[in-house]
């Protein structure tokens, strides 16, 4: 599976922009309660982007943001796509 962000507005340290742990997908499935030690095993690398940009990542990449500190937007628009079906109760909306 992958995800897209497409940034409709710039982003960086200031506005929470993504937090990414270079290399954690090859680790697969990581349980939530052991994201962050599992995380701090990785490069952390900020992804700063501009208005239009658009970032590809495998879904079991570990990645965050930090709360924004100014009062400007930071707005992306998500996609997931995968190429089978989703595991009951979950289905893909179209």
């Known amino acids: 599976m992958l995800f897209v962000r497409l940034h409709l507005d710039d982003t960086d340290a200031t506005n929470g922009a993504m937090r990414v742990a270079v290399g954690s997908h090859r680790t697969g499935i990581i349980l939530s309660a052991e994201s962050e ?18 970032m590809i990542l495998k879904m079991l990449t570990l990645h965050s943001s930090k709360p924004s500190k100014v009062t400007t937007q930071r707005r992306v628009l998500r996609i997931d796509f995968a190429s089978f079906d989703l595991p009951e109760p979950l289905k893909w909306a179209w």
């Open 37 to 54: 030690a599992a995380a701090n095993r990785f490069p952390l690398e900020i992804c700063d982007a501009k208005r239009g940009d658009i």
